[in-house]
């Protein structure tokens, strides 16, 4: 198995929901990252699952919340978004916990209501 | 200076000619430079990583790398409808994966 997961595939949200973005990869990597891409747009970094802790990207609004359950888990928890958070959610692993290649999931098209 | 740029707007090419894109970047320490083409409404998708000078070649694809002038290119041989697409160079530093901004090609058949 060479791939890495996201669940859903399309989501559309009210700005006072709470739902959660699900990302799993069974590749034995040893890094997990969250990046936002808007349209025309490359991916913008979010979070950094590596050395067995979540780092943050210090601009991602709290409204964003990572969680990462075990290594080969990563979730994104999501809390009165905006419609300016509308955009593809992608999910990649590594390898390596630093450097190396990055494989993405197929990403959750996130619609902000 | 941006860290990594791909200054080249859409690109046309005709089937069965050579695509040539370029990526400069500005982090000397860089070790590690990708290739990702990503389909509309697509997710990325690696095609190439190279981490030492000179060529790299896998299928119609090459990578060239040259540390001392910054720069990386990805060559796409005998050009294919199927490899219109949008191609962004990524590049290590500071911890996290830099992009450019991505190059379209459009392969005209």
């Known amino acids: 198995d060479t791939e890495v997961t996201q669940t859903p595939k399309h989501l559309v949200m009210g700005m006072t929901n709470k739902k959660s973005l699900k990302c799993e990869q069974h590749?034995?990597?040893?890094?997990m990252y969250w990046y936002k891409q808007k349209a025309k747009k490359p991916p913008e970094l979010m979070f950094v699952y590596s050395y067995e802790k979540l780092s943050i990207n210090e601009s991602v609004p709290s409204r964003f919340s990572p969680e990462c359950p075990n290594s080969s888990l990563l979730n994104l928890h999501l809390h009165a978004l905006q419609p300016e958070d509308s955009a593809l959610y992608l999910c990649?692993?590594?390898?390596?916990?630093?450097?190396?290649?990055?494989?993405f999931g197929p990403g959750t098209r996130l619609t902000v209501l | 200076q941006k860290e990594v740029e791909q200054n080249s707007g859409p690109l046309s090419v005709p089937e069965g000619a050579i695509a040539s894109l370029n990526c400069t970047y500005s982090d000397r320490g860089s070790q590690s430079f990708f290739w990702y083409r990503q389909y509309s409404g697509k997710s990325p998708e690696l095609i190439m990583f190279?981490?030492?000078?000179g060529d790299k070649e896998d299928g119609r694809f090459t990578a060239q790398l040259n540390k001392a002038s910054q720069y990386v290119s990805l060559l796409i041989r005998d050009s294919q409808p199927s490899d219109s697409a949008t191609y962004l160079c990524?590049?290590?530093?500071?911890?996290?994966?830099?992009f450019g901004k991505g190059n379209q090609v459009v392969v005209i058949p």
């Open positions: 990649a692993s590594s390898q390596k916990n630093w450097g190396g290649e990055q494989f």
């Open positions: 590749m034995g990597h040893r890094a």
């Open positions: 190279i981490y030492s000078n």
């Open positions: 990524a590049v290590d530093g500071n911890n996290r994966l830099a």
